[in-house]
Structure formats: C-alpha cells, structure tokens
Nanobody, 124 residues
Framework: QVQPVESGGGLVQAGGSLRLSCAASGRTFSISAMAWFRQAPGKERGFVAGINWSGSSTGYVDFVKGRFTISRDNAKNMMYLQMNSLKPEDTAVYYC?????????????????WGQGTEVTVFS
C-alpha cells in the first residue's frame, strides 16, 4: 500500500504561492492514481486536483483551474501541488490521497490511502 505524507502548508498572503508535496512510500506508487483534496472548517472534504499513474492526465475543480498545477515524479515517489494566486477561500487542510488504479477519481470514497493533511491559511 501507498502511505502518503503531506508537507508544504503554511501561512501566506493573498496573491502568494505555496507548493505542497506528498511523499508516498510503497512499491505500488508508480501504478497508483493520486489526488489532492481539501477540507475547510465546517465543510466537507472536496476534490481539488487529480493525476493518473503516469502523469499524462490531470484534472482540476473549476475554482482552481489556471491557478493550481498538480504533478508527480514517480522516480522519487512524490506528488506536488503548485498553488499560485492564492485566495482566502483557499484556506483549508489539504490532503493527499492515492488509489490503486491507473485513473484518478474526483470522489473521496474512491481513495484508499490518505495522509494526515497539511494546513494552508491565506490571509488578505
């Protein structure tokens, strides 16, 4: 199994950037689709971005398109989320998730392994 560990969260001013990282141990990393989800206080966890096993296919929720970029490096067992032009409404705990299929999904229920989350706070 792939066990994810997130890092890179923090406090940033609106308009700034952060790069989240997800380190995932396990021999099946390179054949696992991965995704970033986020959960703001009082809200449900929701899909942010996903990437297939090879990195050739990615997808984003509408409100981060053009601002966030998901990528992965299978040689290093790493996944990343570059977040630019951050807004206060991006404030949330961001989670890395994996599933043992080639294609990513936008649904929480489809992921089997989750990290503990990394907190992102954007102030205006």
């Amino acid at each position: 199994q792939v066990q994810p560990v997130e890092s890179g969260g923090g406090l940033v001013q609106a308009g700034g950037s952060l790069r989240l990282s997800c380190a995932a141990s396990g021999r099946t990393f390179s054949i696992s689709a991965m995704a970033w989800f986020r959960q703001a206080p009082g809200k449900e966890r929701g899909f942010v971005a996903g990437i297939n096993w090879s990195g050739s296919s990615t997808g984003y929720v509408d409100f981060v398109k053009g601002r966030f970029t998901i990528s992965r490096d299978n040689a290093k067992n790493m996944m990343y989320l570059q977040m630019n032009s951050l807004k206060p409404e991006d404030t949330a705990v961001y989670y890395c998730a994996t599933r043992l299929t080639p294609a990513y999904s936008t649904f929480v229920r489809d992921y089997t392994n989750w990290g503990q989350g990394t907190e992102v706070t954007v102030f205006s």
